[in-house]
Every structure is written in C-alpha cells, then in structure tokens.
C-alpha cells in the first residue's frame, strides 16, 4: 500500500514538473520572440533588463539577448541568496537562458524593422505578448530575473511595497530611454508597461469568472434552503451584530459562477427581500459547489420555500 502511495506520489511529482517546465518554455520563448517583433525594431524599453538591454544595444550596437545575459548574472546571484537557492536557481537559469539567448537566434531569422512601424501597436503588441509570456513563467514557478529580483529583495528589507518599487526601478529605466530614443518613444514605452502588468496578472490569476458572495439576513436558514434548492451552493454562515442597531444577524458567503449572479440574487431577494447583499470579484476558487442534490430532496426544498 506504501509502494502504491509513493509510485503516485512520483508520477504526480514528474507530472507537476513537465507542467512547470513546459510554462517555462513557452514563455520564454514568447517573451523572445516579443523582443523581436515589438520592441527592439521600435526603441521601446519598457523597464527592466529587457529595456536596458534594448537601450545598450543602441549605444554599444552589442546583441540584446547577450547584455541581458550579463546583467541578469549578478541579479541571479542575489536571488540566490535571497529568494530560495537551488529551487529558484535552477528554474530561473532555464527560464534565463532560453529567453536571453532565443532573443538572438531568433533575431536571426526575423527582419530588424519587425512587423509594422506603428508605435502605438508596437507598445500594445509588446505589452500583452511580454505580459503573456511573463505570466507563464510564473506559472512555472520560475522567474526572469531582471529587476523583478531587485525589486523583491528590497521589499523584503525594507518593507516598501513592491509595486512603488517596480515603479522606480522601471521608470527610472524608462527615464534613460526618452534620453536615448526620445520621450515620445518613452511615453509608449509606459504603455508597453502598464499593459504586460495587467496582461500577467490576468495570465496568473485567470480571468474574473467568480463572484464572492456576503449575505446579511435574519433569515438564514430559509435562504439557505432556497440557495441549495435553485443553485446548489455550498455556504458558511457565522453570526453579526449590527454596530448601529445592535441587533444580532447572521452572516452567509458563498462564492458562485459569474453566468449564475442573477438567479442567486433574485432567489435571495425572493425569500428575504430585505437582506443585505454584496457581490465582489474573484479569480480563483476551490470546491464550495455540492454534488448535485437527489431530485426528491429538491422538490422537498421547493416545496417548503413555497409553502412558506
């Protein structure tokens, strides 16, 4: 039985690290092929090493994929040190080492001038496929170094939140850019970055197709049977007290497929129209839907809610 237990503890071990590796990859490999497509062939440096690199390209005509190399070496060994050794070594030197050097290979093959000359598309393009290929890897449990890294440590020390940090690193980067290529290339280029953010969260975290659910109600137990009865919801409830009446209230929250808001609230409101209600965004969830109830136990809910 042991044998059994470890043979598929194993096989899911090596399943979840093809998985990881395979994010790795592609992303990598899509954030190359965007250095190639959208923003070298534009000027636009978006932050970061990608955007040092792109402007270094320009002043010392050295290819991009090997300055990003080099300047991700020290910034690999401060992660090192900081963020997790050997696990974080070893997935972020392969994610590293694809995206750096396929930027230059890949070079080889595609036209310098990319695909078209519009700024803004290149800025658009660049954002969403280097927010895709960002999210991926992520999602592999790796990083691309770069000044993500920087970022991160400093967080960690100082306590500043890593977004004001993101926001300094990279404009100060994206500030050497308008010297270099100009401002108006550096306004895009502040485009480019705000697009890969919310591109990579979205890759990360998913799209919004949950909704989390506060029900405040002095009727719990008859909004509770509706609830399972109409959409077979799983709920957790706890008790209240209002702060200006002082009254005790029950409070349920459940989580329910976006398609799904409107029958939750009519059903609700037709039970207890006078309960509170609060509907907010979610990303991602876990269980909270029952297996479906035996039709007899359905009719008997119905019929009780009507009844009533």
């Known amino acids: 039985m042991k044998k059994m237990r470890n043979k598929k503890t194993t096989k899911k071990n090596i399943s979840s690290a093809i998985k990881s590796y395979l994010f790795l990859t592609v992303g990598a490999i899509i954030l190359a092929f965007n250095i190639n497509l959208f923003l070298s062939p534009s000027d636009i440096a978006p932050g970061g090493v990608s955007g040092s690199a792109i402007i270094l390209n320009e002043l010392l005509g ?39 050097f396929g930027v230059d290979l890949i070079g080889l093959w595609f036209p310098q001038e990319g695909i078209t000359n519009d700024l803004l598309l290149n800025a658009l393009y660049g954002g969403i496929l280097g927010g895709i290929g960002t999210g991926l890897v992520y999602r592999g449990n790796g990083t691309t170094a770069g000044t993500g890294i920087i970022s991160r440590v400093l967080q960690l020390h100082t306590g500043i939140p890593i977004s004001q940090l993101y926001l300094v690193i990279d404009g100060g980067v994206v500030l050497i850019a308008a010297l270099v290529f100009g401002w108006e290339k ?82 609700i409101i037709r039970v207890d129209p006078g309960a509170f209600l609060v509907i907010g965004q979610g990303h991602q969830s ?3 839907f029952l297996h479906k109830l035996p039709p007899r136990h359905r009719k008997n809910i119905e019929a009780e809610i009507l009844a009533e």
């Not at 070496?73 to 995206?99: C, N």
Request: some cysteine.
């Open 186 to 267: 550096a306004m895009y280029a502040m485009i480019t970055l705000f697009v890969w953010g919310i591109t990579a969260d979205y890759v990360l975290e998913g799209p919004s197709v949950i909704r989390t659910v506060i029900i405040i109600t002095e009727l719990p137990e008859k909004v509770t049977n509706a609830i399972l009865g109409q959409l077979n919801l799983g709920l957790t409830s706890w008790e209240g007290r209002g702060m200006f009446s002082g009254e005790e209230r029950t409070i349920l929250f459940c989580t329910v497929r976006r398609p799904d808001v409107n029958t939750l609230r009519s059903t």
């Open 286 to 288: 876990s269980g909270g």
């Open 62 to 100: 050295l290819p991009i994929g090997l300055i990003m190399f080099v300047l991700n070496i020290p910034l690999v060994i401060l992660g090192f040190r900081h963020m997790g050794r050997f696990q974080f070594l070893i997935r972020t030197l392969y994610a590293v080492a694809i995206y750096n």
